[in-house]
């Protein structure tokens, strides 16, 4: 069985004031086509397809239209919702999704109650499926419990994910390819730069003990960072389908292929994504960039200029030469502390701008700067009595 496992889209996510959806539907036929041309049987994705409760139709139509594909290809799909999803409006979803061969579960539930599926693929062979969402701590974790020690109410979590995944790994068939996929954090796990622990700080972590020794592969959501979990089966964080934020410049984003039959060892493949922009982490001169510029179109930069003093031009700059720079920040030479002007009484206040900007720049004001401050001022209060 040919599977690939992908997770963590958060299409719709408007990043340094940007909408990245032409990388997205970039990224998304280049998955598309990877699950058409090597006829995958399955694909799990494991949470976070959007990034809100109530994403832009922008983002729907494009999820949606991935959705068609990969039905139309022959292949199976599963998803499960994740802590940035909507589980009510995933499992609403499913209602339609189930007619193109994709199937998502917005919250979690029992083995009995569909928490565990049966798939067959086009070639005959059976996938068992334990999908167990995004459960918050509130979900397993009382308000009585925290109220208690806190070191116990954490590990009341893990418990009760280990009792979730008992029951829903029970179905497993040793004639069948056995899977488990979820959405959490599981203890061990390296964050990404990009993860915002909001709902799943690291304390509330599920144990690897707790990942089941009967699955052919374990497929993992919620972590940006694409990482292997240590455990008795395979586990994997797909991780994200671009670089989050400048914290993960340079890091490769990927998909897991995994080819896998009952009772036999699972053989596991990254593929790099193609289509997202690179992120670029750049120090330069301006005199730097002004050579280099034609070498950094491609990617969005976060550009650090290195100065001997305040340029409050900087970011105009740095644009004219690469509009692609979400990000300018200016690196200024360390100085003392600046010196301690006391404020006298009975100062102008083109005299008390003066001492703010000794006290800011370290040097006094040119008589031409004064005078504009003089002009700004006289104008600003010209109409009073």
Known sequence: MKIV??????????????????????????????????????????????????????????????????????????????????????????????????????????????GTRTLATRRGEQAVVAALPFASPGAWVSALDLAGEEASARSKYARMFERAVQNLCGPFRPDAVNLLMAHTHVEGALFGESERRVHIAEDWAASPKALPS????????????????????????AGSLLQMDFGEAGEEKSFVAVTVSPAKPATIEHVPYAGGRPLVDLRASLAELEQTADRYRAGWLRVT???????????????????????VRAELPEVEEPPDVRQETGLSPVEHYGAYHLRVHQRQATPDVLETFQNFYDQAFSGED
């Open 5 to 114: 496992h992908t997770s963590d889209w958060h299409i719709g996510r408007r990043w340094k004031g940007i909408q990245r959806f032409d990388e997205l539907e970039a990224v998304l036929d280049h998955l598309a086509a990877f699950i058409e041309e090597e006829s995958i049987d399955l694909v799990l994705h494991t949470g976070d397809v959007f990034e809100s409760r109530n994403p832009p139709a922008e983002a729907e139509q494009l999820v949606n239209r991935f959705l068609v594909r990969v039905g139309r290809s022959g292949a199976q799909m599963l998803v499960i919702a994740g802590n940035h999803d909507d589980p009510l409006r995933l499992d609403a979803r499913s209602l339609l999704t189930e007619f193109v061969n994709v199937q998502i579960l917005g919250r979690p539930r029992p083995a009995s109650q569909g």
């Open 214 to 237: 009967t699955a052919s592969y374990i497929a993992l959501g919620h972590l940006h960072k694409p990482q292997k979990i240590a455990g008795p089966a395979p586990a994997y964080y």
């Open 305 to 327: 200029v290195p100065l001997t003093e305040r340029d409050p031009d900087l970011n105009r700059k740095v644009r004219e030469l690469l509009p692609n720079a979400l990000v």
